[in-house]
């Protein structure tokens, strides 16, 4: 976590001790979604066979909330809180190959035709917000949020506002025990590296997460990319004056590697870095 101090303080103080260029990344292009009309051909490409037509679909059940309801509820970034999010139901288990990019701010539900915990922004520190998908039904994504607590889901519902559909055949997994890092792409590994991860008093979390930005480094030198992820500190409620967000990134030399000593960020080697910094926003990350 040792990006977060001078980008966090400009973020909270309006203080100019740096800044930082974000680099986006997008996953293949996708499908713009969210009409009424096309729910039932997006997700079964047919129409709803119930019998009930679009007007008795489970998703449109559930009242659109008004705008000034929805800015009461809190963010869903990586410096919000959303205590009644569901837990992710299978926290090591792989990705769908599915994301969605928020084109307008919508509301998070706890469930299924459930209530709104919580309102997703269109953007995440300053990347457009793409979401990493680990179950859709009926009109509904299910996704990884990059909120505290760790591990926490939410759904959101496609008529509410648009969403980009699109496919992300990308996967990284940590290895803390063996002090590893590899990357796959449709099963077929593309790399694996030896990794640094954080002390034993503060510990790299685990569970499923997902990267949620990609920033070009320019008030430190020791890693020209940062790659926060949607997974926070256990031990640190706050570092730096942020939210104690944990990233990706490198390191000047190779010393660090095999070792714990982090604040919980993981730090890789520079040809890791160079092929992660590749890749789509929204990537899921399985720490074991």
Same mark, same amino acid.
């Given at each position: 976590?040792?990006?977060?101090?001078p980008?966090?303080?400009? @973020?909270? +103080?309006?203080?100019?001790r740096g800044s930082?260029?974000?680099r986006r990344?997008h996953?293949?292009p996708?499908r713009?979604?969210?009409l009424a009309?096309?729910i039932a051909?997006l997700?079964c490409?047919?129409a709803?066979?119930?019998?009930?037509?679009?007007s008795?679909s489970q998703?449109?059940?559930v009242?659109?909330?008004?705008?000034?309801?929805?800015?009461? &509820?809190?963010?869903?970034?990586?410096?919000?809180?959303?205590?009644?999010?569901?837990?992710?139901p299978?926290?090591?288990?792989e990705?769908?190959?599915?994301?969605?990019?928020?084109?307008?701010e919508?509301?998070v539900?706890?469930?299924?035709?459930?209530?709104p915990?919580?309102?997703?922004p269109?953007?995440?520190l300053? @990347?457009?917000?793409?979401l990493?998908?680990i179950?859709k039904?009926?009109?509904?994504y299910?996704?990884?949020?990059?909120s505290r %607590?760790?591990?926490?889901?939410?759904w959101?519902?496609?008529?509410?506002?648009?969403?980009?559909?699109?496919?992300?055949?990308?996967?990284?997994k940590?290895?803390?025990?063996?002090?590893r &890092?590899s990357?796959?792409?449709?099963?077929k590994?593309?790399?694996?590296?030896?990794?640094?991860?954080?002390?034993d008093n503060? %510990?790299?979390p685990?569970g499923?997460?997902?990267i949620?930005?990609?920033?070009?480094?320019t008030?430190q030198d020791y +890693?020209?990319?940062?790659?926060?992820?949607?997974a926070? +500190?256990?031990?640190h409620?706050t570092?730096?004056?942020? %939210?104690?967000?944990?990233?990706?990134?490198g390191? %000047?030399?190779?010393?660090? &590697?095999?070792?714990?000593t982090?604040d919980?960020c993981?730090?890789v080697p520079k040809?890791? &870095?160079?092929?992660?910094?590749?890749l789509?926003?929204?990537?899921?990350?399985i720490?074991?």
């Amino acid at each position: 976590m040792e990006y977060e101090t001078p980008f966090m303080s400009k @973020s909270t +103080s309006g203080g100019t001790r740096g800044s930082r260029t974000v680099r986006r990344r997008h996953p293949r292009p996708g499908r713009l979604i969210g009409l009424a009309a096309a729910i039932a051909v997006l997700v079964c490409g047919c129409a709803d066979d119930t019998g009930a037509g679009p007007s008795g679909s489970q998703e449109d059940q559930v009242a659109p909330i008004a705008k000034e309801e929805l800015l009461k &509820l809190p963010e869903a970034t990586t410096f919000g809180k959303i205590p009644n999010a569901p837990k992710d139901p299978a926290p090591q288990s792989e990705s769908t190959g599915k994301v969605v990019r928020v084109h307008d701010e919508v509301p998070v539900y706890a469930a299924k035709g459930g209530k709104p915990i919580a309102r997703m922004p269109t953007k995440q520190l300053g @990347s457009p917000t793409w979401l990493a998908v680990i179950d859709k039904l009926d009109g509904w994504y299910q996704v990884l949020l990059p909120s505290r %607590p760790n591990q926490s889901t939410g759904w959101l519902r496609e008529s509410d506002g648009k969403l980009e559909e699109a496919t992300n055949d990308y996967l990284i997994k940590i290895n803390l025990a063996d002090f590893r &890092l590899s990357v796959s792409e449709n099963g077929k590994e593309l790399g694996n590296w030896e990794i640094g991860i954080g002390k034993d008093n503060f %510990p790299t979390p685990t569970g499923r997460t997902a990267i949620i930005s990609s920033l070009e480094e320019t008030v430190q030198d020791y +890693s020209p990319i940062i790659l926060p992820l949607g997974a926070h +500190s256990d031990a640190h409620s706050t570092f730096g004056g942020g %939210p104690g967000t944990v990233g990706i990134h490198g390191w %000047p030399d190779d010393s660090v &590697l095999g070792t714990k000593t982090s604040d919980g960020c993981v730090r890789v080697p520079k040809g890791a &870095l160079d092929l992660l910094s590749t890749l789509p926003l929204g990537t899921v990350v399985i720490i074991s």
